[in-house]
């Protein structure tokens, strides 16, 4: 069964960096395009990016370029979500999500999410 | 900024037909691309309900249908139940933004 596990809520105050983690199980990590997807309180769901975990192709969504690193860790089937200064416009639900087969296609397997609360 | 437009709301009475239409251009729908549509419920992650336009998941009820043409893209709910009211994503790929996905701007959907 693939499983998309995600690290657990974090309550940071701003200017604060995080890693946020999301660990597969039940396929070959390596071989399908795993991404991030932001939905902050009350909002809708944005794509933040997207990476390949067998070579570390990474791909950001324009509104996001340059705010948060994406990145993953093949050899412990890990995938990351950075920020080296968090803003209190970060707080935010945030889901890892695997693409089925191939960088155009749907979403097969959700984390649960990862809560993330930004405040002083 | 998504560049898929849906509208925010439609509403229905149970067992009535619902339609949610999702907008894109040619970059993404209209350059061929699969559309894909989720339901979300609050508190728990988005379920895929159609992928490649129309194609529905193994457990997915046949009441919901989607379909594709030109740029835009739409998911048909057919007689309505009080537990399709969620919030609905379109979803496809989008070859201008940097090679990535996007979604659509969400519509909420109301069981009256």
């Known amino acids: 069964e693939v499983q998309l596990v995600q690290s657990g809520a974090e309550v940071k105050k701003p200017g604060e960096s995080l890693k946020i983690s999301c660990k597969g199980s039940?396929?070959?990590?390596?071989?399908?395009?795993i991404g991030w997807v932001r939905q902050m309180p009350g909002k809708g769901l944005e794509w933040m990016g997207i990476?390949?975990?067998?070579?570390?192709?990474?791909r950001n969504s324009p509104s996001f370029q340059g705010q948060v690193t994406i990145s993953a860790a093949k050899s412990i089937s890990t995938a990351y979500l950075q920020w080296s200064s968090l803003k209190a416009s970060d707080t935010a639900m945030y889901y890892c999500?695997?693409?089925?087969?191939?960088?155009?296609?749907?979403?097969?397997?959700w984390g649960q999410g990862t809560l993330v609360t930004v405040s002083s | 900024q998504s560049v898929l437009t849906q509208p925010p709301s439609v509403s229905g009475a149970p067992g009535q037909r619902v339609t949610i239409s999702c907008t894109g251009s040619?970059?993404?729908?209209?350059?061929?691309?699969?559309v894909h549509w989720y339901q979300h419920l609050p508190g728990t992650a988005p379920k895929v309900l159609i992928y490649?336009?129309?194609n529905r998941p193994t457990g997915v009820p046949d009441r919901f249908s989607g379909s594709k043409s030109g740029t835009s893209a739409s998911l048909a709910i057919s007689g309505l139940q009080a537990e399709d009211e969620a919030d609905y994503y379109c979803?496809?790929?989008?070859?201008?933004?940097?090679?990535?996905?996007?979604f659509g701007t969400g519509t909420k959907v109301t069981v009256l």
């Open positions: 490649g336009n129309s």
């Open positions: 039940g396929y070959s990590f390596s071989s399908y395009w």
């Open positions: 999500a695997r693409l089925g087969s191939g960088v155009a296609s749907y979403i097969d397997s």
């Open positions: 979803q496809s790929y989008d070859s201008s933004l940097s090679g990535t996905q996007v």
């Open positions: 040619s970059s993404n729908i209209g350059a061929g691309y699969d």
């Open positions: 990476i390949y975990p067998g070579d570390s192709d990474t």
